[in-house]
């Protein structure tokens, strides 16, 4: 027996008894076959308002729950095609209006509602999406002060994402011309209520990034959390958290938050504080200017007292003139000893191998008077090359002499000053070097003097 030829014969026995005759006698499979086919052919779409209990979603993506209200409950399911798209969590105690078709469940003989829409109930439901999706922003490590910009110190450009006709652009352009009418600022319009707003924003801050200003600012005035709840967008929130340009929140009033304030690098209260945030008044900029005066200057004092102690170091290091110059005598004279003595070793050297080659010989004698003469050329070259060394070095020598003789502590003699020694031939240099009644001897340009200490006076401080 099929299942509409059961579906009949119970028609016909419900709507047609008759005294002489039983009713159709149907297995348990037809009779729930029927009421599935009565359910869904009567009833259709249907709207209901309860709570969720015992939500279970599936491996499979599917989710399975009941819903209650304090009187009856009813099995629901909602399938991953349909569930992929809610914007919230689903959970248990949660209230919610779902929309949906009833249908039964034949090998249970259980109705169900499968649903294709879902919806939290009231104003808290905003509440709840808005905590489900800033808990799932704060896991993935969006808000952590790690990842935030530092506002530049003194930005010359600005983009403002708002509407070009409310009261936030008007405050921001105000404070802007009035702290710093030297910054450019580019007002991005976009919608910030009610349908369309999102993706309107979506486009205004992509341009805003296409602009490459030093600082973003998106916001809008006050208003109710229905008002704002484009701000709560999470494909803006992502814009915002994966820009390159520092960009500031300034969403609504003191109290009011939103998920992009939290994202952003910094938040502001009010569109106001956003402008103030930005554009630093002139006496910051005068104090700014001056510490960084004071740090240039102490920066130019350090590097002046290490130098001088350079200077002094290398001072003290600085090697007698004379001695240096006999240093360079001495090694002058070793290098003119070896190369002399080298010439000699290698003059010796080309006539063995002269007189070698006259032994050996037994050619003509005119190959020999050729070698002769080589040698005699070679001689005359070196001795040649030898005699321009020797000058070079003379002369090389000769300067350097004349340099450490400008430092020589007797050319200051030559222009008028003189030398007072004591008499261990210690240079005076301090009235503590000398005591009344001592015999010093000063050195001038022409010869010395002998000379008495009668008297010691101290300058006085500042005295020229």
């Not at 209520?193 to 809008?220: E, M, N, T, Y």
């Not at 390159?244 to 938040?267: M, N």
């Not at 080659?357 to 003469?373: C, D, F, G, S």
């Amino acid at each position: 027996m099929s299942q509409d030829t059961s579906a009949n014969t119970l028609d016909n026995g419900l709507e047609n008894p008759t005294p002489n005759r039983d009713p159709a006698v149907l297995s348990v499979e037809q009779l729930n076959v029927f009421i599935r086919q009565t359910l869904e052919g009567q009833i259709g779409l249907v709207w209901v308002k309860a709570e969720i209990s015992n939500f279970k979603p599936h491996s499979s993506g599917h989710f399975y729950f009941s819903l209650k209200d304090s009187k009856a409950q009813v099995s629901a399911i909602m399938f991953r095609g349909s569930n992929s798209k809610l914007k919230f969590k689903p959970h248990d105690g949660l209230e919610v209006i779902v929309r949906g078709r009833i249908t039964v469940y034949e090998p249970r003989g259980t109705y169900q509602i499968v649903c294709d829409m879902m919806e939290p109930v009231g104003a808290g439901a905003l509440q709840k999406q808005f905590e489900q999706l800033k808990q799932k922003l704060r896991l993935e490590g969006l808000f952590e002060a790690s990842r935030k910009k530092m506002l530049p110190a003194f930005p010359k450009s600005v983009a403002v994402v708002t509407s070009p006709t409310g009261a936030a652009i008007q405050d921001i352009l105000n404070i802007m011309k009035r702290r710093a009418p030297h910054i450019s600022i580019t007002v991005v319009p976009a919608i910030v209520q009610g349908a369309g707003a999102a993706p309107s924003l979506w486009d205004a801050f992509a341009k805003a990034q296409l602009i490459q200003p030093d600082v973003i600012i998106i916001g809008r005035g006050g208003g109710s959390i229905e008002d704002m709840w484009c701000f709560n967008d999470e494909k803006l929130a992502r814009m915002i958290a994966a820009c390159e340009i520092p960009v500031i929140s300034a969403v609504g009033h003191e109290i009011d938050f939103t998920i992009c304030d939290f994202v952003a690098d910094l938040r502001a209260p009010t569109p106001s504080a956003a402008a103030e945030l930005v554009a630093k008044n002139s006496n910051e900029v005068v104090q700014k200017v001056n510490q960084l005066e004071r740090l240039l200057k102490n920066s130019f004092e350090k590097i002046f007292r290490f130098k001088m102690q350079a200077v002094f170091t290398a001072t003290k290091r600085l090697v007698d003139p004379k001695k240096k110059l006999i240093d360079y005598n001495m090694r002058n004279d070793d290098l003119l000893n070896r190369l002399e003595q080298a010439i000699k070793v290698y003059i010796s050297h080309q006539k063995k191998d002269v007189q070698l080659l006259e032994r050996r010989m037994v050619t003509p004698a005119h190959l020999v008077k050729q070698l002769r003469a080589r040698i005699e050329q070679n001689k005359i070259r070196l001795i040649t090359a030898t005699k321009s060394n020797l000058s070079d070095r003379r002369l090389n020598l000769k300067n350097y002499m004349s340099l450490l003789d400008s430092f020589s502590p007797l050319k200051v003699v030559d222009r008028g000053f003189s030398i007072a020694t004591t008499k261990k031939k210690k240079v005076i240099k301090s009235i503590k070097d000398v005591t009344v009644s001592d015999q010093v001897q000063i050195q001038v340009s022409d010869g010395y003097l002998q000379a008495t200490v009668t008297e010691i006076t101290k300058e006085k401080q500042g005295a020229l």
